[in-house]
């Protein structure tokens, strides 16, 4: 009912109709001596109007406590959320193979992949043999397009007219050769007796590797330009933003991962992969991932500004190399939930003033301006070694530069007029291919050892247990013993 008393008051402050009369409002306790009674038909239309007041900001009350709560319920769901997925969620892992074969961290009797086993370390146990006079020298059918492999018997090569052809370490005669459809851009990888090939047109094949014969094939992707990995008969394959997981012993897909493109932005291929015991480590766009090897988790990603192309792993870490960076991070390294979508967000508002400076992501060190057009680095037990075909973007000599592994300073650094192929850690020096020479080098100094001229471009040499083999003008390899 609404109060239809005569001679009311209206109080300024809270609005509420009072009795007059009165020196203060009974509810607010405003002095009221000073405001005019209201009588009549204003008293009632003062009243009503202050009962929809209540009822308006009853309702708003309710609406905001309402909204309250629901804001509170959200942030409590995505904090035991993120704390579950955090601190309490494990990934299973990945289907067990039905072999158990596995690849080696570094080159041991064999040079399973391009830079020698899969922590891609470019280091021998075994000299270079550079003394040496030329065991045998054989001559390919076609110019090579890979570097040579290796396992404890054979070598082999890929040819650029899509032809494998598998080399006696003996005496350098041919075993067996397999034509293949399509190119072959990346090196095979040779692990005991299989030798794994990743072909152009996506498919991979498995071959005996004593006879050249196909165990298995399977159609993996699109393209294939990366050498596979593999690990407790676990094939680990990357293509064009999805890599996968195959049984080496029959070619079964175990498990496959797409890559978020929106994240990464990236429409590119990964670019060399590298493992260990526990990670994997690999170059995607303008990024470094790390990925669990048992669950195929991303544990870690690091924005190198440029596309990081050479990859190591070695000791618990993890070097990169871009046009513009190399950096070393260790494999256990974790993003802080921020990092993301969060850090684009946090850089604009310090770019705007509101907030302070982004701090950089988790690394041991890094060093800019790496040479020019590199390749892949040799990385020993104290420095890490890069060659690149120049020195600078101006420079139109060659470099060969090394870094310390503790904190990335420069060791030293030396102009060379022509560099064909990616350094190598021998035991008794460091081996490169100088265009038509081969040259052994102090790995302390960079001062020259030995060296020989072959007239023609050297390139791809590798050391193992049965001798060093190179390939001389791309269709001659030759060895020493």
Known sequence: ??????????????????????????????????????????????QMHRARVVRRNSRRRLAIKSFQITCGFLLLFVCMFWTYATFISSAGTLPISTTNLSGRLSADTGWENSDGGSGRLRRSLYGSRIEQPIAWQTQLPANAETSLVADSQHLYVSLSNGLLIAYSQLDG?????????????????????????????????????????????VQAGNLLESTPLIYDGRIYLFGKDTWYVLDAGNGEKLWQKDMDTVVHKSGRRFESPVMNDHYIAVGLGQKLLIFDRLTGEQTYWYNSVSFPTKIAIDNDEVISISPWLIFSVDEDSQNPWWE???????????????????????????????????????????????????????????????????????????????????????SDGLLIAAGPMLVLLDPESGEEIQLLDYKENVSSPISIESGTYYIVGGKNIQALK
Do not use: H
């Open 1 to 46: 009912m609404v109060d239809t008393e005569i001679n009311s008051i209206v109080c300024g402050t809270c609005e509420r109709v009072i009795k007059a009369g009165v020196k203060r409002c009974s509810y607010c306790l405003t002095d009221i001596r000073a405001v005019e009674p209201l009588s009549g038909d204003d008293a009632v239309l003062a």
């Open 173 to 217: 005669s041919e075993i067996w050769r397999k034509q293949f459809e399509d190119f072959l851009l990346a090196a095979p990888l040779a692990v005991e007796k299989m030798l794994i090939v990743p072909s152009a047109n996506g498919i991979l094949y498995a071959l005996d590797s004593s006879n050249g014969n196909e165990l298995w094939s």
């Open 340 to 426: 993301g979508r969060l850090r684009s967000l946090w850089l604009q508002l310090y770019v705007w003033g509101v907030a302070p400076p982004t701090p950089l992501p988790d690394r041991l060190w890094g060093n800019f301006n790496p040479p020019r057009l590199y390749f892949a680095p040799a990385v020993g037990s104290d420095s890490i070694y890069v060659a690149g075909e120049r020195g600078s973007r101006l420079s139109t000599d060659a470099l060969l530069q090394s870094y310390n592994r503790k904190d990335g300073s420069i060791n030293w650094k030396k102009t060379i007029p022509q560099i064909t192929s990616a350094p190598l850690i021998t």
